[in-house]
Structure formats: C-alpha cells, structure tokens
C-alpha cells in the first residue's frame, strides 16, 4: 500500500483544510494511506506525524486554519534538517509528500524536496495568491469575500452621511493581490499596492473629487503599501476632509472558506494524490480559469507574479498603454 503523508507550512489560509480532506478522501479511495505532519517542515524533521483516517478529516473543509498546525521555519533549507526529515521519510516509508503552503514555501521547500529526490506534489495555499502560474491559490476568494463585505459596510455609512474618505488596509504581505482584486469589485476610488508607488497629492486630488461627485470616497490599501495611518493622515489633510481608517488584519485569514475555496481544494487534493499515486513528482497543482492542472515546479521557482499593472492604473484614473 502506498503511503503518503501531507504538511502545511507558512501562513494558514481559508480552504487548506478543505484541501487535507481531500487528500485522505482521495487517497483511501484509492487505497493508500495518508500521514498528517504537525507544524510543517519542523514537525517532519522531529517525526511528529500520525495516520489520517476519513473519520478523523470528516467534515474539517468547513474550517479556516489547518488542523495539522503550521509553522514559518527554515527547517527544510539547512543541511541538518534536510537529513532530519530524510530519516523520517525513510523510517515511516513515505512514498510521497504532499506540500501545501504559500510562494514561500513551494519556492523554497518544493525545491529542496525534490532535491533530495522526495516525490513531491505542492498544493498553493495562501490568501496573497502571489503564487506564480496558477489563477488562484487557496484562500484568495474567501479573503477577497471578507474585505468585500467591509467594504459593503462602509459604503453604507458613507452614503448615509456624506462628506467623509474611507481606507480599508487588506493583508496581502508585500503583494497586492488581494487589495486591487478588492477595490475593482467595489469601485473604489483609489488603490494603493506595495508593487507600484502611488503620488499621496495625486491620491488626494482623486479621493476629493470623489466626495465632490458621489459624496464619499473609498481607498483600499494592501498592507505593505506602506504606514496606513499616515497615508489615512496625509489623504485627510491634502484632501480636507474627514478620513477613517478600517484595517481588518488577521480576521481576514480565518473563518470558513468560500464555496469557490473548497470546490477548488477538492479538486486540488485529489488532483495532487493521483499525480504522486501515478509516480509523477516535482509539480503543484494549479488553475486556468476554472481548469485545473498541474505546473513544473521549476516553473514556479522561476515565475513572479505581479498584480494587473493596467487594472491598477485604470483604477487609479491614470493612462493606460494600448
Ligand atoms: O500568509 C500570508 C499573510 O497572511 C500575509 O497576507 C500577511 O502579511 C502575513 O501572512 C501575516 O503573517 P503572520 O501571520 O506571520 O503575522
């Protein structure tokens, strides 16, 4: 029988879990077994690793986080960890690992893994959806749905008394993903990403015509944009009037996922146990649009992926190259 065993590593993200049901659904139903791994790349160097059973992952898609726990450590990149988790690998005779995590973690522990020759097969998790050569990665709708629904909520307020800017700061890390996906499903009036630098006196100038045609105005800003209570200070101050600032933090990384989250996941896990049931190594799961397949990891390793320069500045009322 064959044996696989599943980690999580890096930041958690809504629909990981969804995604280790899938797995050990997948798997059984193909009649191998399935090891969870706790804490990620340290919990396999230590052993720390148990069978997964259906009943045990029975209905755990419905929850945000990862139930086996995760960890950001550098475990997986150090000659000594490396012999670590090959001595597990060997002693519980794992035929192959499926890796689920952010940029990060495929980056880095993808390649190493398959440097050590372990059949591997990724899974992108994480709510930046930074991920190169995949649409989506796990996490990404469920987050843009929870910034959506806030700023659903401001814009109520905003209309209702008039005459004052809103912020909403997303996560998103040093990426803006999440934020520019945000602000072009609300029709927000300026973003503000940490990929491209944005004039504050232009931002102010567009936040004051806002206010000026429709009475209010709303800026989204990913949190590596830069320090958002100053911007919130600076927009108030160039721009003349109030400006409140919402930040969501954490919230937005938790809580159930989104239909889009498990649907994707589901396929993801089953995707990514018939890849390494068939032999096949060195790959992560992705999606085009709603097709699901999966890349090289030497792809991913070697990709970037930025947000849409051209959404951003038609968002932001700048020109547009053809
Ligand atoms: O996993 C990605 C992410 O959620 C980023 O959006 C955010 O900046 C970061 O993780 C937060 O990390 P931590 O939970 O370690 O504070």
Request: some cysteine; charged content about 20%; proline content about 3%.
């Amino acid at each position: 029988m064959m044996r696989l065993a599943i980690l999580t590593s890096g930041g958690d993200s809504p629909g990981t879990n969804a995604a280790i049901e899938a797995v050990v659904r997948h798997a059984r139903q193909e009649g191998a077994e399935v090891l969870g791994i706790r804490h990620g790349f340290a919990g396999l160097a230590a052993g720390d690793l148990s069978p997964l059973t259906v009943s045990d992952v029975d209905g755990i898609g419905a929850r945000g986080g990862t139930v086996l726990g995760t960890s950001r450590d550098r475990t997986v990149g150090e000659a000594e960890g490396r012999e670590r988790i090959a001595t597990t690998l060997r002693r519980e005779r794992i035929d192959g690992l499926v890796l689920l995590g952010g940029d990060g973690s495929i980056r880095h522990g993808g390649r190493s893994l398959n440097d050590m020759g372990v059949a591997c097969v990724a899974i992108p998790c994480t709510i930046d959806n930074d991920v190169p050569e995949t649409d989506r990665s796990l996490g990404f709708d469920t987050a843009c749905n929870r910034a959506i629904a806030l700023a659903d909520g401001i814009r109520d307020t905003a209309q209702a008394l008039p005459g004052r800017m809103f912020v909403l700061e997303t996560l998103g890390g040093q990426t803006g993903h999440i934020a520019l996906a945000v602000a072009e499903t609300v029709y927000a009036d300026l973003v503000l990403l940490p990929e491209f630098p944005l004039d504050l006196d232009y931002g102010a100038a567009r936040m004051a015509a806002a206010v000026a045609s429709r009475g209010y105005a709303l800026a989204v800003a990913s949190e590596g944009a830069g320090d958002v209570h100053a911007m919130t200070a600076y927009l108030a101050e160039a721009a003349g009037h109030r400006a409140r600032l919402t930040t969501i933090g954490h919230a937005q990384r938790g809580g159930p996922p989104s239909y889009l989250d498990r649907r994707l996941a589901a396929e993801f896990g089953a995707l990514a146990v018939e890849r390494l049931l068939a032999g096949e190594t060195g790959l992560m799961t992705a999606c085009s649009g709603y097709h699901v397949h999966t890349v090289d990891l030497g792809w991913v390793a070697a990709g970037q992926k930025s947000p849409d320069a051209a959404a951003y500045r038609r968002l932001n009322g700048m020109e547009v190259a053809d």
